[in-house]
């Protein structure tokens, strides 16, 4: 058990609509970051946020907006879908230099 | 640009035979180095990490990686791996103060019974 749990764990979207995932840190990590995988690639940053604010954020668009919440949840949204917003992301809980993930959400745009 | 590459995309090999994984890193700074692992169906796993001391980190199931940073890799060794061995492995790399990890594209290894 990762104690890193995402929402939902599939997800079947439309060109042009906007979504939201969420994500619940371990206990006691204050920290989240979000990755976007790619079919056949690694994961590529998209923010991470600390204290409710986006502390750094990777090269993605505006249309990838995040949020933390006073409990440490977070949300990742998407607007304006692409078909290539089409991956897997995942839920990084931030501990010191140490990564740990949830099972990720699998996004598919048709 | 900041990057980590893996060598391999697919190795296959049949059980007991020996395993080394390549990663390298393109960056001059300082670097905390990791190797994650995900079975089928199953979440990333960190399998070790290195951020300071002995170059050799040894990790979880007979795992182990050396950081030889004249070469700018981290590379990931078994002596004898087993089917339960089956899985993708990520490199991962991060730079300084610098909040994410960078990661390579993973390599996908398949141990025959």
């Known amino acids: 058990d990762a104690g890193v749990t995402q929402s939902p764990t599939h997800l079947i979207k439309t060109r042009g609509q906007q979504v939201t995932l969420r994500c619940s840190p371990k206990?006691?990590?204050?920290?989240v970051s979000w990755y976007q995988q790619a079919l056949g690639q690694g994961p590529q940053f998209i923010f991470q946020?600390?204290?409710?604010?986006?502390?750094q954020r990777g090269n993605f668009p505006d249309r990838f907006s995040g949020h933390q919440f006073p409990n440490y949840s977070s949300e990742l949204n998407v607007n304006a879908l692409l078909l290539g917003d089409s991956a897997l992301y995942l839920c990084?809980?931030?501990?010191?230099?140490?990564?740990?993930f949830g099972q990720g959400t699998r996004l598919t745009v048709v | 640009a900041q990057s980590v590459s893996q060598h391999n995309h697919h190795v296959i090999l049949s059980e007991a035979a020996s395993l080394e994984l390549g990663c390298n890193y393109s960056?001059?700074?300082?670097?905390?180095l990791f190797w994650y692992v995900q079975y089928p169906g199953q979440h990333l796993q960190l399998l070790l990490k290195?951020?300071?001391?002995d170059p050799l980190v040894k990790g979880i199931k007979g795992f182990e990686a050396e950081f030889i940073k004249s070469k700018f890799s981290f590379n990931l060794r078994k002596p004898s791996v087993q089917w339960s061995d089956t899985a993708e492995y990520f490199c991962?790399?991060?730079?300084?103060?610098?909040?994410?990890?960078?990661w390579g594209a993973g390599t996908k290894l398949i141990i025959k019974p």
């Open positions: 946020y600390y204290e409710e604010e986006e502390r």
């Open positions: 990084a809980s931030i501990s010191g230099q140490e990564a740990f």
């Open positions: 960056y001059g700074g300082t670097v905390n």
């Open positions: 206990s006691g990590h204050d920290t």
């Open positions: 290195y951020f300071s001391g």
């Open positions: 991962a790399v991060h730079m300084d103060s610098n909040y994410q990890l960078i």
